[in-house]
Nanobody, 122 residues
C-alpha cells in the first residue's frame, strides 16, 4: 500500500483545512486508517482513526469536536476535516493504514504516507 497525504498549508487560527490521503496498490476498504501528527520537538500524536468496516471512528477527546475523519471507498481516499484550527495544531500530519481496528497507537499501523505540513498562524 502506498499512501499520499496532501492538503496541508498555512491557515489562520479559527480556519479549516481538509487533508486527503490517497492510496494506491491496494484497496483501503479492509484497512483501518489513522491520522497522526508530529510537531517539532514532540512525539507523534494520535489524531483520528476510522475502521475498515463498519466506519467506526475514534478521536482523542481534545479533537473530537473539531476534527472529522471520513473515507471514500470508491476513490480509495481518506479525509481529515479540521475546523476551528489553533496554533497548537501546527504539525506534520501523517496518514497510516493497518489491520488493527481503529487503533490509536502508531505501532499498530503498517503503512505510512510521507506527511503534510499544517501551519496555523495566530
Amino acid at each position: 500500500v502506498q499512501l499520499q497525504a496532501s492538503g496541508g498549508g498555512l491557515v489562520q487560527a479559527g480556519g479549516s483545512l481538509r487533508l486527503s490521503c490517497a492510496a494506491s496498490g491496494r484497496t483501503l476498504s479492509t484497512y483501518s486508517m489513522g491520522w497522526f501528527r508530529q510537531a517539532p520537538g514532540k512525539e507523534r500524536e494520535f489524531v483520528a482513526a476510522i475502521a475498515g468496516s463498519p466506519d467506526f471512528t475514534r478521536y482523542p477527546d481534545s479533537m473530537k469536536d473539531r476534527f472529522t475523519v471520513s473515507r471514500n471507498k470508491a476513490e480509495n481516499t481518506v479525509y481529515l476535516q479540521m475546523n476551528s484550527l489553533k496554533p497548537e495544531d501546527t504539525a506534520v500530519y501523517y496518514c497510516a493504514a493497518g489491520l488493527n481496528f481503529a487503533a490509536v497507537v502508531s505501532r499498530a499501523y503498517s503503512y505510512w504516507g510521507q506527511g503534510t505540513l499544517v501551519t496555523v498562524s495566530s
